[in-house]
């Protein structure tokens, strides 16, 4: 069992391009989701998903995307990256809503210049 | 709309001393709560969860936390700490599907 795994690990792009990053996870959990974490403002939800095929946006959704084409992947697309992108990104997951526990991978760094 | 707050952003401690870390939520729903723990470039892992119940809840590696209403405070702590306990705690509130809105973490450094 890998848990949840992201791909890439680190990334730096300049300002303007776009990239995907991977989230999967093999539990077979309905819910995911995808946190920012920047210093001193803990994490903030960008988007989450509560079963294949369905998104809704988080508190910080502008200038991201989500897709959930598969129940066991989830990505999160920058169509146009900015500085202020510059963030560590975590993908989670968990079986059934509020109270279960949120399983997180090991986080993606990303640098935009 | 549900907030969270840590009330300390570091806390430092010698080994083998006590050590609470607090966090003040509002929240005018029903109150489900958590402390994650996330090590040195690490994603984060739960230590523990309040869902309803027994005010006083255990987690793992010894840590417990104390559910208070009337406060409206989840402080987490341990009457014990080791080095290995150096890591950021984040206290945490869940809403519905499951969303999580985090405090803003509190680094805890533990020293010989």
Not at chain 1, 101 to 107: D, K, S, V
Not at chain 2, 26 to 50: A, D, I, M, T
Request: include cysteine.
């Amino acid at each position: 069992n890998a848990g949840v795994t992201q791909t890439p690990k680190f990334r730096v792009l300049k300002t303007g391009q776009s990239m995907t990053l991977l989230c999967a996870q093999d539990m077979n959990h309905e819910y995911m989701y995808w946190y920012r974490q920047d210093p001193g403002m803990g994490l903030r939800l960008i988007h989450y998903s509560v079963g294949e095929g369905t998104t809704a946006k988080g508190e910080v959704p502008d200038g991201y995307n989500v897709s959930r084409l598969k129940k066991q992947n989830f990505l999160l697309g920058l169509e146009s990256a900015a500085p202020s992108q510059t963030s560590v990104y975590f993908c989670a997951s968990t079986t059934d809503g509020v109270t279960d526990t949120q399983y997180f991978g090991p986080g993606t760094r990303l640098t935009v210049l | 709309a549900q907030s969270v707050t840590q009330l300390d952003s570091q806390v430092p401690v010698f080994e083998e001393a006590p050590v609470e870390l607090r966090c003040n939520y509002s929240s005018s729903v029903s109150v489900y709560l958590f402390w994650y723990v996330q090590y040195p470039n690490q994603g984060l892992q739960l230590l523990l969860k309040y869902l309803s119940g027994s005010t006083l809840v255990k987690g793992i590696n010894g840590f417990e936390a104390e559910f208070n209403k009337s406060q409206t405070s989840f402080h987490l702590r341990k009457p014990s700490v080791h080095i290995s306990d150096t890591a950021e705690y984040f206290c945490a509130g869940g809403t519905s599907y499951g969303k999580l809105t985090f405090g803003q973490g509190t680094i805890l450094t533990v020293h010989p």
